[in-house]
């Protein structure tokens, strides 16, 4: 079985493979102060509570954007597996060519994304991923990985809201009956919600026009935790796939596990 983390700067999303088939996922913290005999533990019982074996994990992959807990995690899986994981970075084996100014700079969850949505959905293709920051991949019809853009996360606006204001709620990331909120909490939904939607719906036509494609052309998938919620405001979210990352997790190890990266 392969076992394959997905470290982002809030969450750690875990996905347990027999073959092609996602068999077991889970998503915990990303908690930095968290030892290697915490993690170690923690997927113990992970195992135990779900009817599988650590034993039976033969290899690991790691894609992380949080250097600190890369390290962790990597040192976890040697002593508690036994395993040299394969860590996801620039130099990594993806079968696409990246046209970065800079290509160590592109997260390694952007080219697990974008391993997968080629393999999946095929080219040209937008990606949008809603996590701690919401971004957006851009491959071309040669399949080649032009960049993206990168803005503040739903969750981090949120966030930042009620820290910076004196009279504001926390809400509930429910898509409100209505633009026009009638209520303080239906306005903040509003305004996070449809707004971001709008966001998105901009971004990708100006992408669109940027490449030179009409946007029925272009395939544009969503994924990370409020994909379904956007899709239902958005004009332009064509697929939401929710486990995009761990298969392009699962496919960079088929490409990459002869190699000893």
């Avoid at 195992?47 to 040192?75: W, Y």
């Avoid at 486990?243 to 990459?256: A, H, M, S, V, W």
Wanted: hydrophobic letters at 40%; aromatic letters at 6%; a negative charge.
């Amino acid at each position: 079985m392969l076992l394959a983390f997905d470290i982002g700067n809030t969450n750690i999303v875990i996905g347990l493979f027999d073959g092609q088939e996602l068999v077991a996922n889970w998503r915990i913290s990303s908690d930095r102060l968290k030892t290697v005999d915490e993690y170690g533990l923690l997927l113990e019982q992970l195992f135990q509570c779900s009817n599988h074996k650590r034993q039976d994990v033969e290899a690991m992959i790691i894609s992380s954007v949080v250097p600190n807990l890369t390290g962790t995690i990597k040192s976890m899986a040697e002593r508690y597996f036994n395993l040299q994981p394969i860590v996801v970075s620039s130099g990594i084996k993806t079968g696409l060519a990246l046209r970065y100014e800079n290509p160590k700079e592109v997260g390694a969850d952007r080219i697990v994304n974008a391993v997968a949505a080629v393999a999946r959905y095929g080219a040209p293709l937008i990606i949008v991923d809603f996590g701690t920051a919401t971004t957006f991949c851009v491959i071309n019809e040669q399949k080649e990985y032009l960049g993206g853009a990168i803005a503040p996360g739903v969750n981090t606006s949120a966030n930042a809201l009620i820290e910076r204001t004196a009279q504001l709620p926390k809400v509930e990331l429910t898509l409100p009956k209505t633009v026009i909120g009638r209520n303080t909490v239906n306005a903040i939904q509003s305004g996070l919600l449809y707004g971001y939607s709008g966001m998105v719906d901009g971004m990708v036509q100006r992408i669109a026009e940027e490449l030179g494609y009409p946007l029925e052309k272009i395939t544009v998938v969503a994924t990370g935790g409020l994909a379904n919620t956007i899709k239902e405001a958005s004009q332009t979210i064509q697929v939401v796939d929710p486990y995009l990352t761990l298969d392009g997790l699962r496919i960079l190890y088929e490409k990459n596990k002869d190699t000893g990266k």
